[in-house]
């Protein structure tokens, strides 16, 4: 080192997370005598503006040339301290930071003399890094104009129609062949008995109308690449075997098509043709022929269906599709729990038990049976239905994948069927089988003391076993009614299973792609579960709706609309910088061996001919910090900068120095 | 001595993954022992063999290397490179003399704090009855033996 270092240390009581188990005056001292250390100061809250300014001053007055912070997580507040550093005139990357609450105080709460003894520990070996550390200069890369949405149910839609109406080209993508999701398999939606397809269709043309969204329906994403500001993105285009240009949406194919298959957007319950629309409302508008159950008849080819417009072809491709983004949001919602793995309910051996979902479009005047509420046994209508919550939610049973969390929809899409039965058919008991019933948003609780008024019967009480009558189809629900403490038995005409929201297995893929992380449900990983609850770990990367966990309609619309307002800040700014932490070769040193070009994940390494002789290069741009060729290469001639073996090493020195 | 043995660990830990994990063991206040001192790395790609082998010649009692799963690598397969590393380096290090349990790499999640604490908790179990780097105790036994080789 040509300058000498002059490195100041500061120590945070975090009030008393930290100084409440050791003693950060005597951790001052300590550092104080470490080498390079050339000044050391405690203080109560170091990230307090007046923490800040205190290491500000400190950088000036002593003369200091790098910084180390005791504190927090470099996860939680590195880049404050970083800022700090940069304010007082040393470069931020000249900065380490000492972790010695989420891993130290706060896990060895009843052992704080070696907890103190590690504090010392960890300090030195930071402060040792610190004397390591190399000025680097942060790069700022232009950012795209654009946003990718993956998932257009209605966060999806909330979060492309902000974007777009911010003057933001997006980019939308479903899987299905009509964007709605799952709200636009609803009927009513609680506590307000708003007409889901009321609310939801005019966003749904606004979509494809808006002419800042590009809407890719029947669309897959395929690959993702690049960084904040510069993915790229591929996109697979299915073939609906129909050329959405010329398609006018009449309908002619779907009469002649003489294939019938259960519709999936009913969930099996009535039938649908080869050539279809999941439902009539659809956006776009344009059919799709599912090659899976077409026969090839042609009939929807002849004269009197298609022939004119000839929108059909059976042998038009999938279509790769690559667009640039600077900023993603991910949108994939949410599956329904298998509630047949729970048999003691008899879902699917039972024709009178059927799911939450399964009410939803029986009750709905655009499903089925036309709005009217049937038994499957027998077409009657029933005088009492039971409805059972929690199925599969606050249940610690994993062998049946059942789920600890509260999918936090159940007891009030329960109650608002509760209210529709009594309204549509008077007369109807509905019986809610409940452990408590969470009605915990704006006028939740006030539907819930309606539903109770109207006559809507509460048993507190799991359900523990169904049984059904061979004869008349009519089920038994056994239940303990833990308020009387007595078990009852009760016959009813049918039962619904308000199964549990579960993380959707399509998000996995996209989950991978994006190099996100799941919380313990299963859902994805946010950045912040309190402050951040929209973002996720991979810079320009954002979250909404139930992709992230379950909740409830206008929770996901404010998140959705969160998630944009985030994933447009980078773009408005126009530029996004980018941590210098990228591998470079020391070209004199390296042998040519090539063994780095294998191991990148990027394709950010090359090997290339310099004056006579072969190289590796590291492309910076395509580089993401891994140091995965810095730790292989045999002549140690790649240099992954901020994570040096120089700056590595000296650690592993100074954690020996302890004992 | 009558002091009971306490290991020093060296751990090194992926930001994304373990990092992230071992800090919400923190925020949920879950107790742990105190022997691990942790080096914060990008990824457990960046593990160089030579850390490991530092570390032990330096005087570890034990290397501690964890990262995410296979699968949820933040820069795709790091995990699968320093999985292959580590187990070449175990049966490098038994070469040296050094029991390869010495030696350990899990994956944890940044949603795992809990494995972080038991994970912990269970290396200073196996270092304990390991007993400290052999290196330490050459000057109590008196000599170096397979560690300090005069041949190489």
Redesign the interface.
Known sequence: MDEEKRIGVFICHCGTNIAGVIDVKALAEYAKTLPNVAYAEDYTYVCSTPGQTMIRDAIKEHNLNGTVVAAC????HEPTFRKATEEGGVNQFLFSMA?I????T??????PE??M??AK??VR?EVARASMLEPLTAKTVPVEKAALVIGAGIAGIQASLELADAGIKTYLVEKEPSIGGMMSRLDKTFPTLDCSQCILTPKMVDVERNPNIELMTYSEVEDVSGYIGNFDVTIRQKSRYVYEDKCNGCGKCQEVCPVSRPNEFDLGLQPRKAAYVPFPQAVPLKFTIDMDSCIKCDLCKTEEACGDLEAIDFDKPDELVTVKVGTIIVATGFDMYDVERKEEWGYKVFDNVVTGLEMERLISASGPTGGNVVRPSDGQKPKSVGFVLCAGSRDQDEEDGAKPYCSRVCCMYSLKHAHQLMEKMPGCVPYLFYMDIRSFGKAYEEFYYRIQKEGGKFIRGRVARIDEDPVTKNLTVTAEDTLLGQVVEMELDMVVLANAVVPAESTQKIK?LL?L????DGFL?EAHPKLNPMST??DGVFLAGMCQGPRDIPDVVSHAAAAAAAASIPIHRGSVTLEP?FAIVDQEHCGGCATCIG?C??GATELNEVDGKLVASVNEAKC?????C???CPSGAIK?QH?T?EQ??S???A??Q?? | MAEEF?P?I?GILC???T??G??L???S????P?NV???????T???????VL??LS???DGVLVSG?HI????????NF?SRR?VALLRKLIEEYGYDRERLRMTMI????GAIW?DVVQDMVNTIKKLGPNPLKQVGAAGQAGVVADDEF
């Open positions: 997580s470099p996860r939680l972790n609450r989420e891993q130290n706060w896990v060895h709460m009843e052992e070696k907890a003894q590690k520990d960890v070996m991978t190099t992380s799941n919380s313990p990983l770990t991979t932490i191991l994940p990027y993401k910090g891994c140091g995965t810095g730790s292989a992954m994570f073996n590595i090493m650690e592993i020195e954690f020996a302890g004992w | 306490e020093n060296l930001n994304w993954c990092y992230a071992a800090d063991a923190g925020t206040r879950m107790q742990y105190t001192r942790v080096i914060r790395i990008m990824c790609g960046r593990l160089d063999p030579a850390f530092k570390a330096v005087g570890a995410c699968g949820d690598c933040h820069y795709l397969a790091g490179k590393r999640s940044a949603s795992e604490a």
